[in-house]
Nanobody
Framework: QVQLEESGGASVQAGGSLRLSCAASRDPNNDYCMAWFRQAPGQVREGVATFDPDGTTIYIDSVKGRFTISKDNTENTVYLQMNSLKPEDTAMYYC??????????????????WGQGTQVTVSS
């Protein structure tokens, strides 16, 4: 069993930056894809970014050039650096560990471990 704990969420103004952190209770994740998802009020949860064991990263179009996912293997922690934040980035952000892979990098059922989430609110 892996426990994930997110932190770093806050309320910021548009154009600001935040860095989210996700600490894993043990180390499964050097061999697994780690990802960030988000869910805005009234919306379905969507994948935001993934970090594969080989260092490959994938982002959804709406955050490309603004968000950066990274991982510190020694700390069992994955980060999401978010710059130039927009009101539409407002959501609960979750980190997750992928345990299956069926060809789609952000297919939610493939992620077996989830954190409780951290809230990001961006005001205009």
């Amino acid at each position: 069993q892996v426990q994930l704990e997110e932190s770093g969420g806050a309320s910021v103004q548009a154009g600001g930056s935040l860095r989210l952190s996700c600490a894993a209770s043990r180390d499964p994740n050097n061999d697994y894809c780690m990802a960030w998802f988000r869910q805005a009020p009234g919306q379905v949860r969507e994948g935001v970014a993934t970090f594969d064991p080989d260092g490959t990263t994938i982002y959804i179009d709406s955050v490309k050039g603004r968000f950066t996912i990274s991982k510190d293997n020694t700390e069992n922690t994955v980060y999401l650096q978010m710059n130039s934040l927009k009101p539409e980035d407002t959501a609960m952000y979750y980190c997750a560990v992928r345990i299956l892979y069926n060809g789609l990098p952000m297919r939610e059922p493939d992620f077996g471990y989830w954190g409780q989430g951290t809230q990001v609110t961006v005001s205009s």
